[in-house]
């Protein structure tokens, strides 16, 4: 499986903030602002260790919904998301 995913969702994520649709969740989270993008992460992080406590299952589920709501605040904050990878370059040192 190809990381482009990760680019896709991302391009996705900043069309529904330039581009706002109203049946769009995104677009809906990212118009609440920064407050309520940061409780959805807080709510997955939650959901992601109940899920890992209580073996594998719902794991990667509620691994990829907190990687979508870090990608929300990414764009939210406009931080590419080459970023990332950047930083870890870094760290690689």
Do not use: C, Q
Request: net charge negative.
């Amino acid at each position: 499986m190809s990381w482009s995913i990760f680019d896709e969702i991302y391009k996705v994520i900043e069309d529904r903030r330039d581009n706002p649709r109203s049946e769009s969740y995104t677009s809906k989270l990212i118009a609440d602002g920064l407050e309520a993008i940061l409780s959805k992460i807080d709510e997955e992080a939650e959901e992601l260790k109940e899920a890992a406590r209580n073996g594998e299952h719902g794991l990667i589920h509620e691994a990829a919904d907190l990687i979508f709501h870090i990608m929300v605040l990414l764009v939210y904050k406009k931080v590419p998301l080459n970023a990332i990878p950047l930083e870890f370059m870094k760290r690689k040192r």
